[in-house]
């Protein structure tokens, strides 16, 4: 399984992003699926996290109420819409599926490529 991220660029502060992540095979209703960041000089952190079932999301607290996590089946593509986005929020963003021991860690099996954001002030 390959997943491609995307979406990421320059947006000024209190603006949007929409980051996708496009999973070669049809994973999404077998997989939780989730969305992880790394700035410069830190750890990899967890963002959000999609349940296989797509009945259950999870959000680390910084996002929560700014950032929504969803997918589309049909086109085998994870979404991670950034409202209200600070210059906090600038790192890597990376897609994964398979959590395999909670959906906060990052303990998945398949990881795509960063993409980066970058939210000036």
């Known amino acids: 399984v390959q997943l491609q991220a995307s979406g990421g660029g320059l947006v000024q502060a209190g603006g949007s992003l929409r980051l996708s992540c496009t999973a070669s095979?049809?994973?999404?209703?077998?997989?939780?699926v989730g969305w992880f960041r790394q700035a410069p000089g830190k750890e990899r952190e967890f963002v959000a996290a999609l349940a296989w079932s797509g009945d259950r999301r999870q959000y680390a607290d910084c996002v929560k109420g700014r950032f929504t996590i969803s997918r589309e089946n049909a086109k085998n593509t994870v979404y991670l819409q950034m409202d209200s986005l600070k210059p906090e929020d600038t790192a890597d963003y990376y897609c994964?599926?398979?959590?395999?021991?909670?959906?906060?860690?990052?303990?998945?099996?398949?990881w795509g490529q960063g993409t980066l954001v970058t939210v000036s002030s």
């Open positions: 994964a599926a398979d959590a395999r021991s909670g959906f906060d860690r990052p303990n998945y099996t398949y």
């Open positions: 095979e049809q994973i999404l209703g077998a997989y939780a």
